[in-house]
């Protein structure tokens, strides 16, 4: 009969640690695969967030610069169309030109906006007091051509003067952006 002290201690030791050694191997090993995927996953995952990310910019600054631009073609080509009168109505062109270049300036304004944005994401935005009515009417005056062609009229006289702290731009934009989805929800009705 074999007692304790028969035992191959060392040799059970020894196969004990060198298996244990190679499982801890094996379960690094696999640690580092899995964790290597993840990684590589995560970048992918990066890649198409800023892919996302530059085509909702892309696409936003479209949207924002597709009015006022539109508004300088359409004041540019009046103010043409009223200059080859015979004679040439300069009373009327003139303020055409000068709503084209106000549209311009606008225009400029967005782009330096976005990149701001996109520059300095953090920098914080210019907080001035801003007319409610006149950002209003500039909004207004933007989206002028979908009103007509629904048949749309507005009015924003007489209203008082209230003013708000805020980015002009961006509340020019908002306020835009809210006239613009009631024009396509009404278009749809």
């Known amino acids: ?81 009223l200059l080859r009168e015979t004679p040439p109505d300069m009373d009327a062109a003139q303020p055409a030109m000068q709503r084209a270049a106000e549209q311009a300036r606008r225009a400029a304004e967005v782009l330096a906006r976005l990149r701001q944005t996109v520059g300095q994401p953090d920098a914080p935005l210019v907080i001035v007091p801003v007319d409610l009515g006149e950002a ?16 749309v009229v507005s009015a924003s006289e007489g209203a008082l003067a209230v003013f708000a702290l805020a980015d002009a731009v961006a509340l020019e934009q908002v306020l835009h952006n809210l006239l ?8 749809k009705v």
Not at 6 to 11: C, F, R, V, Y
Not at 19 to 30: D, E, L, Y
Not at 136 to 151: M, S, V, Y
């Open 1 to 81: 009969c074999l007692g304790w002290s028969d035992l191959p201690w060392l040799a059970i030791l020894l196969w004990t640690t060198l298996s244990g050694a190679a499982v801890a191997m094996v379960m690094a090993f696999i640690g580092q695969r899995r964790e290597r995927e993840r990684t590589q996953l995560l970048r992918q995952m990066e890649r198409v967030s800023k892919l996302n990310a530059m085509g909702e910019l892309a696409a936003g600054m479209a949207h924002e610069l597709n009015q006022p631009l539109t508004a300088v073609l359409a004041n540019t080509q009046a103010a043409a169309r």
């Open 136 to 151: 209003a009417r500039k909004a207004l005056f933007l989206i002028e051509p979908e009103c007509q062609a629904l048949g």
């Open 180 to 187: 613009d989805n009631a024009l396509t929800a009404l278009a």
